[in-house]
């Protein structure tokens, strides 16, 4: 463990019931895995879903995952056309369940229906789930899956399982909510600084300028299953005003706001943690109850935005561009860094895309629209040299752009995006999609 100061750093403030169990399982310490069998995974797969015995299960389910996390891709491609075959559906055992029970409907034949339609490779996932450790350990195994599905696409029903699965593991209910603070466990800090995904953290001094200052918080969702492993976590920075560039947010010689001035709660940061969880979704709940603790602690905030990315913008550019269209070009060749017509002509095509460019689905192209919009935000400000890091100009020639979460309309947005994939956004926004470049 990368060693960090800062006094109490392994203490985590427990508030309520869920709180306390989260304290401890973070303390408890789970026995690693270990391959304590060379049975192939076969028989003990086999083994397992035929075993009744709680301490057999939970044995054979350790021995599995050992078993498996020591195969390389080839054992890993065996593994997952094994569950694709010998544990899916029989499709006459679903037709006949079914020709019964529309004969007679009555629980009985329900049940049987119910028990035919369901692979037993979920029964085989429930009962390796048994073992101390293992709801981890499948999550990395469906990151596993995810890698190889597309060599391997008959493997795609084995992850609707998993899917299935963890929709129910990981529901709401059972995710708890954490400040991250410098006070927090240093195996927690270093999972931030690890699965950071939109503005890298160097170090563990960078780190503490996101989550030590007054005017920062930075919550996360844990499950009491993996409390060292944050599921997804925001950023977020108390300021005045609705900030316009990430250097502003995250200069190291900035000056720290009295967080009794603030108005605004700007989100700078959303990281998803865990490849595992793809599909499952935690930002939505995420973003609403961080603002409802943010106005229980402050209750003169005005303004909820985000200072977000825009990470198809430059594919998008080149595309219009090989078009023939002369505005794309043009910012293909500005220089992003000085030149304020440039920088006019990247905000009017920035708008254009996040407004007007669809995907196959009738949505807008970019992913951190889609994601903000369909919370209920609106598309607020765009700016140019917002976020000048390599990365910034690699995917935008450093624009970003405002989301902005009007408490009072949010729901009423999320429904119209959500039956309509309307996009609302301010006048602005929508005069700079129709000027045309210099």
């Not at 054979?60 to 010998?86: C, M, P, T, V």
């Not at 890698?147 to 399982?161: G, I, K, Q, S």
């Not at 899917?163 to 931030?192: M, Y």
């Not at 005017?215 to 060292?228: G, Q, S, T, V």
Request: a neutral charge.
């Amino acid at each position: 463990m990368v060693a960090r100061s800062g006094h109490g750093a392994g203490k985590m403030t427990r508030t309520g019931y869920l709180g306390d169990l989260l304290s401890q399982l973070t303390e408890r310490r789970f026995v690693p895995l270990r391959a304590v069998s060379d049975k192939p995974l076969r028989e003990m797969c086999a083994a397992l879903i035929a075993g009744e015995g709680e301490v057999s299960t939970m044995r054979l389910a350790r021995e599995i995952l050992a078993s498996y996390a020591r195969l390389h891709d080839a054992g890993k491609r065996e593994f997952f056309a094994l569950l694709a075959e010998d544990y899916d559906i029989t499709p006459d055992a679903v037709t006949q369940a079914a020709l019964r029970y529309g004969e007679d409907r009555d629980a009985t034949t329900l049940r049987w229906l119910l028990q035919a339609a369901e692979p037993k490779r979920q029964s085989l996932l429930r009962r390796l789930n048994h073992a101390p450790g293992a709801t981890g350990e499948l999550v990395r195994m469906r990151r596993d899956l995810l890698r190889l599905l597309p060599e391997m696409r008959e493997l795609a029903r084995v992850d609707l399982d998993f899917a299935h699965l963890f929709q129910s593991w990981f529901n709401r209910g059972f995710l708890v909510l954490k400040q991250v603070t410098w006070e927090s466990p240093a195996r927690l800090l270093e999972k931030i600084i690890e699965y950071e995904a939109v503005h890298a953290i160097g170090d563990w001094e960078a780190l503490r300028a996101r989550v030590d200052p007054k005017d920062r918080r930075c919550f996360a969702f844990l499950h009491p299953a993996m409390p060292d492993e944050p599921l997804i976590f925001v950023e977020v920075a108390l300021t005045k005003g609705i900030p316009n560039s990430v250097q502003g947010l995250l200069a190291p010689d900035r000056t720290h706001l009295d967080a009794a001035q603030a108005d605004t709660a700007t989100f700078y940061s959303i990281s998803n943690c865990q490849v595992g969880l793809k599909g499952i979704s935690f930002g939505n709940s995420l973003i609403k109850q961080v603002v409802a603790l943010l106005q229980q602690e402050f209750p003169h905030l005005r303004n909820f935005v985000t200072l977000s990315p825009i990470p198809g913008l430059v594919p998008w550019l080149h595309e219009m561009a090989a078009a023939g269209e002369a505005a794309a070009q043009s910012c293909l060749d500005a220089d992003h860094g000085a030149d304020k017509a440039a920088a006019q002509n990247l905000r009017a095509l920035a708008a254009r895309y996040l407004l007007e460019t669809k995907d196959s689905n009738g949505r807008p192209r970019d992913p951190v629209a889609r994601f903000h919009l369909h919370n209920g935000a609106l598309v607020h400000e765009i700016h140019a040299q917002a976020d000048m890091s390599a990365r910034g100009l690699k995917q935008s020639f450093g624009a970003m752009v405002n989301y902005l979460y009007d408490l009072e309309h949010v729901e009423a947005y999320h429904e119209s995006y959500a039956a309509q994939h309307k996009i609302v956004s301010t006048r602005s926004v929508r005069q700079l999609a129709r000027v045309k470049a210099e």
